[in-house]
């Protein structure tokens, strides 16, 4: 067998805005031959320093379960400055494998794909110089907001209706809503003041349109929905509303109380969708992301409580995106294709789909960065966008039960684990997962989930994580949230984990090291 070899792929584009890619190797390679179907002819510079660092996972908070951005980073030998004319070149997206010398290239194992920060170029004389390029996987697209689409502020009562006024709106992000907000109690955003319209999604919606006057229904007569030449140029009849859905459009004749606020059905284009892993994938949709990139694990994801997203301000896609995927304890991340797809999040299964064994393990060491024992489980549910002071109520419901839920963005769900907090009186910890589920109901079933994940073990031992080097030439082969069979005596472990995040190429380029939990 040939001996192993890092190979390296980074799309660049020159100032010029002609494209080109870079190919890189950790040890000098002949070019592919001719008959290669995939890389024939093609050259491998031999100047990678080091095999790329990289560390993706399920969650980098498991108190919270926050995921964050896989990354790593990227060190090539520019001696002789023969890298020099890529200065200023945009450097993209990367890709790397772990290839057999003499073997096809198709034949390669994808390790990871992401993108590149722009390069620091080391321009030192006392040393060799050097190229450094911080890497990132494709969560860094979804810190910008899913929403491109401002509103344009000009406004001129005949042509422009609907984009706000030039000091009100303009520039501010239209509103997107997604699943069932009903009784989100959302902010009202006010399109045309001079007809009283207001708009709560950017785009056609499901419907089922719900007004609030200081937190109590506002009692206006729904006339139905308007075709848009009818809904632009004429007014309901008094103390009513109606609405055009195509545009996510209500326009009210009626005088507020005190103030508005709306629930709806959102988001219909390509079907009206309440669930989390639709939710995720049409906010990945939303925020530009290629359909060749968001896998069919999203749409196809069996958790069937009803979620409910809203934005009209500048939050990240991937907050969004966490919030719908954390109601089904699962973690949306590009794969090491740089495909976004479903990692659900539960316990060890039955089955493991690799086995580790004493003699496999090179190092192992207790994570001491995971969650300690929790004695007590909070789920957030029942979101609403706008909050009321006991004066912003109505008296109806000043005085009822209901003036509490008001007062505060979510509801909770609580669980206090016993056995946990009597047997580490003070060594327990808090777990708060803050989700985008509409119903009580879904919330305590989370509730269940999470308990037996971060409860105590059937032994009466606390959840531990643990960090597991072993070679990668042993052909071991597991993706984040599967089962992992893990035999280590010398410290009492035999039992199955779940792999929570992964560093291939580490601590050297012939190991990985796996973080497992159970």
């Known amino acids: 067998m040939g001996a192993t070899v890092i190979l390296v792929e980074i799309d660049t ?7 080109e890619t870079l190919r890189f190797s950790d040890r000098a390679i002949r070019p592919f031959p001719p008959s290669d179907p995939d890389r024939a002819n093609l050259e491998w510079d031999d100047c990678l320093a080091e095999p790329p660092t990289w560390r993706r996972a399920l969650f980098e908070d498991m108190a919270s379960l926050t995921p964050s951005i896989g990354s790593g980073g990227l060190t090539l030998q520019n001696t002789g400055g023969h890298l020099n004319g890529y200065k200023g070149h945009a450097w993209n997206a ?39 390029c911080d890497l990132y996987d494709y969560r860094a697209e979804l810190e910008r907001p899913p929403q491109s689409t401002l509103y344009a502020g000009g406004n001129d009562g005949s042509s422009v209706l609907y984009e706000g006024s030039a000091d009100g709106l303009k520039g501010q992000p239209k509103p997107i809503a997604y699943g069932d907000l009903t ?34 229904p506002a009692g206006y007569a729904d006339q139905g929905d308007k075709a848009d030449g009818v809904f632009d140029t004429t007014l309901p009849a008094a103390a009513s509303y109606f609405t055009s859905l195509g545009r996510g459009l209500i326009k009210i004749n009626g005088s507020p109380v005190l103030g508005l606020t709306f629930g709806v059905k959102g988001s219909n284009a390509g079907g009206y969708v309440e669930t989390a892993g639709p939710v995720a994938a049409r906010l990945l949709a939303k925020a530009g992301v290629p359909p060749e990139r968001i896998g069919a694990s999203l749409p196809a994801l069996a958790a069937p409580a009803v979620v409910g997203v809203f934005s009209a301000d500048q939050t990240g896609t991937a ?28 316990p060890p299964a039955a089955e493991a789909v690799a086995r580790i064994d004493a003699d496999q393990v090179l190092d192992l060491a207790a994570d001491d960065l995971a969650a300690g024992p929790v004695g007590e489980i ?91 080097t072993i070679w990668s030439a042993d052909g071991l082969s597991a993706d984040l949230g599967e089962t992992i069979a893990l035999r280590y005596p010398p410290q009492g472990i035999d039992d199955h984990f779940v792999l929570i995040a992964e560093e291939p190429m580490r601590p050297t380029r012939e190991q990985t090291i796996w973080t497992l939990w159970g």
């Open 378 to 468: 909070r789920v957030g549910w029942g979101r609403i966008w706008t909050t009321f002071s006991s004066g912003e109520l109505k008296a109806s419901v000043r005085s009822s039960p209901e003036a509490e839920r008001l007062a505060a963005e979510y509801r909770f769900a609580t669980r206090e684990l016993g056995a946990v907090k009597a047997r580490f009186p003070r060594g327990w910890s808090s777990l708060e997962v803050l989700t985008a589920l509409r119903h009580g109901a879904d919330a305590e079933a989370l509730l269940d989930e999470l308990e037996a994940l971060f409860g105590l073990r059937a032994d009466g031992s606390p959840r531990r994580a643990w960090r597991v």
């Open 319 to 346: 907050e969004l995106v966490a919030q719908a995927a954390r109601s089904a304890l699962t973690a949306v991340l590009p794969g090491r294709d740089g495909v976004y797809q479903a990692y659900r999040f539960g």
């Open 94 to 132: 990367i890709r790397v494998w772990r290839w057999t010398e003499g073997t096809p290239f198709a034949a390669a194992v994808l390790e990871l794909t992401g993108l590149c920060a722009q390069p620091q170029f080391d321009h030192r004389t006392s040393q060799a110089r050097q190229v450094r």
């Open 13 to 19: 584009v020159s100032p010029a805005g002609a494209p």
């Open 183 to 216: 009784d989100a109690h959302l902010r009202p955003i006010q399109v045309n003041a001079g007809q009283y319209v207001f708009q709560v999604h950017d785009g056609p919606i499901e419907g089922a349109v719900a007004i609030f006057d200081g937190g109590a």
